[in-house]
């Protein structure tokens, strides 16, 4: 079964655009979650998308945006990106709902910024 | 607020003998989960092993295994029989169990397997 996949894997923007990442989920799972990892850091909550609907949103700008499609695919979008936006973004599924919920991640999409 | 805190930069262990991860954390809630993920250069998260907060046992994946120690608000990571491809970083993670999904990292602990 094929797990998390995101696309682009790489990807350079320079100050001042726009960029839309995108996350499908494994065969089955409801849930998506963004993640953003600063280099030498732990990953950082962005959001949480559970059956289309937003169920969490960490403390970032609201340049940041998401959405969850009907088929559970996830896009993730960031205007005026700055340079401190240079990070690897993570994507996970899970089924949702239920306690011992294990998210699975994708490979992440790294995204440079000049 | 929910906090993991992981004090060992990196480490390093000989092929083929054990090693200990620690990760301790803070959290005024009674359910939570705790979590280890492995991540490669390749910079996929590699889920490892979960602990729930009541679970009597303590967690057991192959040759990892987590000691929880409630009380203390611990949950190191064992690896035991070390392979040269368990090179990599290991992130402690904790979620509320009842809440969103949203996963709190500690800073991670860089591993190095020399033969």
């Known amino acids: 079964d094929a797990g998390v996949t995101q696309s682009p894997t790489h990807l350079i923007k320079t100050r001042g655009q726009h960029v839309t990442l995108r996350c499908s989920p494994i065969?089955?799972?409801?849930?998506v979650s963004w993640y953003q990892q600063v280099l030498g850091q732990g990953p950082q909550f962005i959001f949480q998308?559970?059956?289309?609907?937003?169920?969490g949103r960490g403390n970032f700008p609201d340049r940041f945006s998401a959405r969850q499609f009907p088929n559970y695919s996830s896009e993730l979008n960031v205007n005026a990106l700055l340079l401190g936006d240079s990070a690897l973004y993570l994507c996970?599924?899970?089924?949702?709902?239920?306690?011992?919920?294990?998210?699975?991640f994708g490979a992440g999409t790294r995204l440079s910024v000049l | 607020a929910q906090k993991i805190t992981q004090t060992q930069p990196g480490m390093f262990v000989q092929e083929k003998e054990a090693v200990t991860l620690d990760c301790t954390y803070d959290?005024?809630?009674?359910?939570?989960?705790l979590f280890w993920y492995k991540q490669p250069s390749s910079g996929e998260m590699i889920f490892l092993i979960y602990?729930?907060?009541?679970?009597?046992q303590n967690a057991t994946e192959g040759r990892y295994s987590l000691n929880f120690q409630k009380a203390r608000k611990s949950a190191n990571l064992v690896i035991s029989a070390s392979q040269l491809g368990d090179s990599a970083m290991y992130f402690c993670a904790m979620r509320e169990l009842y809440n969103t999904d949203k996963l709190i990292f500690g800073t991670g602990t860089r591993l190095q397997v020399f033969p």
């Open positions: 065969s089955g799972h409801k849930s």
């Open positions: 996970a599924s899970s089924l949702g709902g239920v306690a011992k919920n294990i998210q699975y």
């Open positions: 959290t005024s809630d009674q359910s939570y989960g």
């Open positions: 602990q729930g907060s009541y679970d009597e």
């Open positions: 998308y559970y059956e289309k609907e937003e169920r």
